[in-house]
């Protein structure tokens, strides 16, 4: 009896020794699955608002997250961006918008500004054991506090390596994401920053971005007046009382050039709204 061997069976093999190494592959492969991201924002000159570290991690072994920012001015930046001092001695501006490790551990804030520095915070969340565990989590983690001087102008790079070391889900490689502070004329943290008290230009507010923009001008079609705030409606003559002006008109000028002694017509004392 001669064995004669199926059609396509060194195919067939060559594809599932490829399956077999894909699997195996995927998960022998050095993990990389964690990320924290510090927000992008703009503000005006003169104002606070909250910088938010993010952080993404997908069922990895870690059992806290360290979290260190520092701001850095670019080289044409002027004035100040710094995080706010806590009052009273009380660390009352870091905050944890977001827990990964719900009703477990604990969350420590750090608030250099106590020690001399505005420039540089943190915070520590773990979740209290130190047997770490699979963890998967998407979301804020905490909220820094800055402000702006009242002359600051330009961008802010907001860093999550400082010479304390990198930011970090405890254990597992992480990507890190600057963020940056830009401050100027046109940026904004409420509407109110934005408002220029005239009413017949239509209303500015604040978008998602930071930005100033204007809604659509209240009086679309009329006149505005901007002491009382308010729109009327523009008297134009029919098209049948543009004729009769017309035609009175025409007369007059008639008139006029047939008789030269007669005072020449006044058109200043006609006044046609339109």
């Given at each position: 009896m001669v064995y004669r061997r199926p059609p396509n069976?060194?195919?067939?093999?060559?594809?599932?020794?490829?399956?077999?190494?894909?699997?195996?592959?995927?998960?022998s492969a050095p993990s990389n699955a964690a990320e924290l991201s510090v927000s992008r924002i703009a503000m005006p000159p003169n104002s606070t608002t909250s910088l938010v570290v993010s952080g993404t991690i997908d069922n990895e072994s870690t059992f806290?997250?360290?979290?260190?920012?520092?701001?850095?001015?670019?080289?044409?930046?002027?004035?100040?961006?710094?995080?706010?001092?806590?009052?009273?001695?009380?660390?009352?501006?870091i905050i944890q918008v977001g827990d990964?490790?719900?009703?477990?551990?604990?969350?420590?804030?750090?608030?250099?500004?106590?020690?001399g520095s505005f420039f540089l915070n943190g915070s520590i969340d773990d979740n209290g054991v130190f047997l770490p565990q699979p963890l998967t989590y998407t979301g804020p983690l905490t909220q820094f506090g800055i402000l702006a001087s009242d002359d600051a102008r330009g961008v802010w790079d907001v860093r999550l390596v400082?010479?304390?070391?990198?930011?970090?889900?405890?254990?597992?490689?992480?990507?890190?994401?600057?963020?940056?502070?830009?401050?100027?004329?046109g940026t904004c943290v409420v509407d109110v920053d934005c408002d220029d008290t005239l009413f017949c230009n239509g209303l500015e507010v604040c978008d998602a971005t930071g930005h100033c923009i204007a809604s659509p001008k209240p009086c679309v079609g009329q006149l505005c007046d901007e002491l009382p705030e308010q729109c009327f409606n523009i008297?134009?003559?029919?098209?049948?009382?543009?004729?009769?002006?017309?035609?009175?008109?025409?007369?007059l000028v008639a008139g006029t050039i047939?008789?030269?002694r007669q005072r020449p017509f006044d058109s200043t004392a006609v006044h046609i709204h339109n």
């Open positions: 069976a060194g195919v067939t093999m060559l594809a599932y020794w490829a399956a077999v190494l894909a699997v195996w592959s995927a998960n806290g997250v360290t979290i260190l920012l520092e701001i850095i001015p670019r080289f044409n930046a002027r004035g100040l961006v710094i995080f706010t001092p806590a009052t009273g001695g009380q660390i009352n501006d990964a490790w719900p009703a477990a551990g604990g969350f420590t804030p750090f608030d250099t500004d106590l020690s400082t010479s304390f070391g990198p930011s970090s889900w405890e254990g597992v490689p992480t990507t890190l994401n600057a963020g940056t502070v830009t401050v100027g004329a008297d134009v003559p029919a098209a049948s009382t543009w004729g009769l002006v017309a035609l009175a008109s025409l007369l047939m008789c030269p």
